[in-house]
Nanobody, 124 residues
Framework: QVQLVESGGGLVQPGGSLTLTCTAS????????MDWYRQTPGEQRYLVAS???????IVEDTVKGRFTVSMDSAKNILYLQIHNLTPEDTAVYYC??????????????????WGQGTQVTVSS
């Protein structure tokens, strides 16, 4: 059973910074990619940043320069640093991973896993 747990959200003043963390656990054989999405009420989830196996990072153009994504591959932890926060960054931030995990008995499964989300609220 693979699990993703996000943390680091909260209430932040405009112009502030925070770092979100997503920790993957379980019988992980390989993480092919990990992504950060965000979602506001009534809207779909939008991809904001990704780390692809090998270390390639991708940040969506509208947040490039303020958002930095990184990964500790040894610990299976994905980070999202957000600087100069604005009220428009208020959203639930979700982590998603494309993972191959062991099912035991020599079997494995490649699967897409989502975390439960962490709320980021930017307000004075």
């Amino acid at each position: 059973q693979v699990q993703l747990v996000e943390s680091g959200g909260g209430l932040v003043q405009p112009g502030g910074s925070l770092t979100l963390t997503c920790t993957a656990s379980g019988n992980i054989i390989n993480i092919h990619s990990m992504d950060w999405y965000r979602q506001t009420p009534g809207e779909q989830r939008y991809l904001v940043a990704s780390v692809i196996s090998g270390g390639t990072t991708i940040v969506e153009d509208t947040v490039k320069g303020r958002f930095t994504v990184s990964m500790d591959s040894a610990k299976n932890i994905l980070y999202l640093q957000i600087h100069n926060l604005t009220p428009e960054d208020t959203a639930v931030y979700y982590c998603k991973a494309d993972i191959t995990a062991s099912l035991g008995s020599g079997e494995w499964l490649r699967q897409e896993v989502w975390g439960q989300g962490t709320q980021v609220t930017v307000s004075s």
